[in-house]
């Protein structure tokens, strides 16, 4: 069974230009030209584009993917020398500016981490409400013990 997530999308500044190009596209199309098909075109990527993981447990790998339209860019790594899965609570803090305004947002997310012998893989990152019952279906999955964080 293939487990599939979708974790990122463009940001907001992005999907605005898209919809911006869109509608400036239909504009131009309607009336008879056919730049607008140009417009309509190019605001596909800026619609469209996200991330997200794949999960194939019965040939025990993984692919974290770029998808455009049901095109998926990503290569598959190797699930076969993992231990265990592990839930760890961050702090992030985004930096925003605009002109001479500036202003940073600090949010608390949980990160579902594989562990491999050598290195930490950082799967999923969301809000605990969305994350943990991702996190368990993954490892009942897997087969793999889930470790959550200790208080």
Request: zero cysteines; charged letters at 30%; proline letters at 0%.
């Given at each position: 069974m293939i487990l599939s997530y979708k974790t990122e999308r463009l940001p907001l500044n992005f999907f605005m230009l898209g919809i911006t190009l869109l509608l400036i596209g239909i504009a131009l199309t309607?009336?008879?030209t056919y730049q607008g098909i140009v417009a309509i075109i190019l605001s596909f990527p800026f619609l469209f584009t996200h991330s997200?993981?794949?999960?194939?447990?019965?040939n025990r790998r993984f692919q974290k993917y770029t998808g455009l339209l049901g095109l998926r860019l990503?290569?598959?790594t190797d699930l076969s020398k993992a231990t265990h899965l592990q839930i760890i609570h961050t702090?992030?803090?985004k930096g925003m500016a605009v002109l001479s305004i500036a202003r940073n947002e600090t949010n608390v997310v949980q990160k579902l981490l594989l562990m491999m012998p050598h290195e930490r893989i950082i799967l999923l990152s969301d809000t605990q409400e969305k994350l943990e019952p991702m996190a368990k279906e993954i490892?009942?999955?897997l087969g793999l013990e889930l470790k959550f964080p200790q208080n």
């Open positions: 309607i009336s008879e997200g993981l794949l999960i194939d447990a019965e990503g290569s598959w702090r992030e803090t490892a009942a999955e």
